[in-house]
């Protein structure tokens, strides 16, 4: 047998041992060929992925998870799609992340999932590789996706607000800590009243922003901040007389990895306010000059309607507190929505409030902690 002949005859044992044993295999294609043997009938199919380059992930920080979202890949043949996510750290392995019963969802031409396992501290990229599977068994990919951007996850994210406290008197408050807060929290402290008077800033805090309005009716804001101590609550005088004023504490908790205190992130406090409206935008945002800071509107109403975000500009609502006292002139509420950001520098636009009653006056204060 010549040497030609001798080639011929491998390539055919191979590709009859090939169809006879219905041989499966992985390969690295944007094409899938299959071959089955049903007795003497021999049946072939083929099918492609589309698109033909696995697409980029693209992340989204949450409060304590990263949603990761991609553009579904199809095959032609109708066949599953299943994916490998593999997340690598700035350093150290890559591992696979959205796995059992977290593993990626495909809903609208899009897939997602989520890594609830990144650590704060540390800075990861995700990679995505389609895969058919036969059972269980992988048997057709395609190269795993470009890397997405890089991303890290909170370090300090908001978990509650404490009671609120009305008091109608300068006579010292008590006003309690969020349930569940442990020393080194951040905590910020923030009251409303209707007197253009500052009140005493408490032992132990750092003042952020302490100013008042006169016109069309009196109004002063003040905010503090902290790391929580051993403590439950704080003693604090709000400077009203007989007016009324709303205090109350919120709590920036510590997230797994995070090894660090907190500090304020921000350039400068911004602070502003409006006459008289149903709605408000903050004029200017805060800027920050440490990654991964959160960036917290703070917003303050002569009346005791519920405040919201009406458009959010990417911030989340936190809280809306409200209070009215016999007497006090007016009824007052505070609202909380926050950002992440995740590199140093400008919050981006400021987020629109707005509230359930008729057109008030407005106080705001942007920071920034990290």
């Known amino acids: 047998m010549n040497k030609v002949r001798s ?28 071959s089955s043997r049903n007795s003497a009938v021999q049946t072939f199919s083929g099918a492609s992925f589309s698109p033909v380059v696995a697409p980029s992930i693209s992340s989204t920080v949450g409060d304590e998870t990263i ?12 066949q599953l799609v299943n994916y490998s996510v593999m997340r690598t750290p700035s350093t150290g392995p890559a591992v696979e992340v959205c796995t059992g019963a977290n ?19 540390t800075t990861y990229t995700y990679t995505e590789q389609p895969i058919a599977r036969s059972g269980v068994t992988p048997t057709w990919t395609l190269p795993a996706s470009a890397s997405s ?4 996850p909170k370090s300090w994210v908001f978990d509650s607000a404490g009671s609120p406290t009305i008091s109608n008197n300068n006579n010292a408050q008590l006003v309690s800590y ?6 080194d929290d951040a905590l910020v402290l923030v009251s409303v009243s209707d007197r253009n008077a500052a009140p005493t800033l408490p032992s132990g805090w750092t003042q952020l922003a302490s100013s008042g309005m006169s016109s069309p009716s009196a109004m002063y804001l003040f905010v503090a901040w902290r790391r929580a101590d051993a403590g439950s609550s704080v ?4 400077g009203t007389n007989s007016q009324g004023a709303l205090t109350l504490i919120y709590r920036y908790k510590r997230l797994s990895g995070n090894t660090s205190a907190p500090v304020i992130a921000h350039v400068a406090v911004q602070s502003s306010n409006s006459a008289s409206s149903s709605g408000f935008t903050p004029p200017s945002n805060v800027t920050t000059n440490l990654p991964g800071a959160n960036a ?17 500009q990417n911030y989340v609502f936190r809280n809306t507190s409200s209070a ?23 919050a981006g636009a400021s987020p629109t409030w707005s509230q359930s009653g008729a057109a008030t006056q407005w106080m705001s204060v942007a920071i920034a902690l990290a």
Do not use: E, H
């Open 324 to 346: 009215t006292s016999a007497n006090a002139a007016l009824g007052l509420s505070i609202g909380l929505g926050d950002k992440f950001i995740q590199s140093s520098g400008s």
């Open 7 to 34: 080639s011929v005859f491998r390539v055919s044992v191979l590709m009859t041992l090939i169809v006879a044993l219905n041989f499966v295999f992985v390969a690295t294609s944007d094409a899938l060929w299959s």
């Open 296 to 312: 917290l509107s703070i917003v303050a109403i002569s009346s005791d309607a519920t405040l919201s975000l009406q458009t959010n």
């Open 235 to 238: 003693s604090f005088r709000s």
């Open 149 to 152: 951007t890089a991303v890290a």
């Open 103 to 121: 593993a990626p969802v495909q809903n609208g031409g899009v897939s997602t999932c989520s890594d609830t396992t990144a650590v704060s501290g």
């Open 67 to 78: 949603t990761l979202t991609w553009p579904s890949v199809t095959l032609s043949g109708g």
């Open 178 to 183: 969020p349930t569940g807060t442990v020393q």
